[in-house]
């Protein structure tokens, strides 16, 4: 199955453009930040242990997200609905999970990178609305959901999440620099050694139906 990755800072539009391509195509998401949230919610043991990290906006430690997706991954090999493709959506995002996806039997063969500057990402965040169980977002002006603070689908309420609160996105944005970006250069650097993988960058800043024309086209 061809597997993508999308890279990019905290509310560049990853899971938005994921969640288009899951309508409109079918692919499945793994996005290793609504898995960790679901753990919370259900006060798993990892929950327990991640809650807390989350919420002060720090990366979870290596060991535990390889944990939670090669379980993931496992489930999802045990459905034999036939699908086009996989993304994963803010995986990885440290050198270590890099090197460790190269192993999985699903290694991307595309990297997509959402280009967005600092001061576009807080007001993206901080007016961003979530449906907690499916992880289905809006923007309050960008983005808006059919009636005001309702998810779309079941017509449950929508909440802002607990790592949107503009302290909390400052240090998101001070781990995505020192762990994640390092990843844009990584990520290069294996597109030119090997032609098979491709990485493409967007301008995140555009209107969300422009970005998904250019992604969709290079899938
Ligand atoms: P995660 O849930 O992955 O958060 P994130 O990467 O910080 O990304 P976001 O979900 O905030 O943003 P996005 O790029 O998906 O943007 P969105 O489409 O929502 O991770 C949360 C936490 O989990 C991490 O901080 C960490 O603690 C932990 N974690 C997760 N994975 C981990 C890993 N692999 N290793 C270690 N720790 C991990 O868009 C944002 C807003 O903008 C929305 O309101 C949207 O409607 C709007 N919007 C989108 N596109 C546009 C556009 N083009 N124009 C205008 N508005 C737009």
Request: net charge negative.
């Amino acid at each position: 199955m061809k597997s993508v990755i999308l890279l990019g800072p905290p509310g560049s539009g990853k899971g938005t453009q994921s969640e288009k391509l899951c309508k409109e195509k079918g692919w499945l998401t793994i996005s290793t930040g609504q898995i960790l949230r679901q753990e919370i919610q259900s006060q798993s043991a990892i929950g327990l242990q991640v809650k807390q990290l989350m919420e002060q906006g720090s990366l979870v430690p290596d060991s535990i997200v390889l944990t939670i997706l090669s379980e993931h991954i496992a489930k999802l090999m045990q459905n034999d609905k036939a699908v086009p493709g996989l993304i994963f959506d803010g995986f990885p995002r440290t050198l270590a999970q890099a090197q460790a996806l190269q192993d999985f039997s699903w290694a991307p063969s595309q990297v997509h990178y959402f280009e967005l500057s600092d001061d576009v990402i807080v007001d993206r965040l901080s007016g961003r609305r979530v449906h907690p169980s499916s992880g289905r977002t809006y923007h309050i002006h960008h983005n808006p959901p059919l009636q005001e603070g309702i998810d779309d689908v079941s017509g449950e309420s929508l909440i802002q999440r607990a790592d949107d609160r503009e302290e909390v996105i400052k240090n998101r944005l001070k781990e995505y620099h020192a762990h994640t970006a390092p990843l844009i250069q990584f990520y290069q650097d294996v597109s030119k050694q090997s032609k098979q993988v491709q990485f493409f960058v967007y301008d995140a800043s555009l209107p969300i139906e422009m970005i998904s024309e250019q992604f969709q086209n290079h899938l």
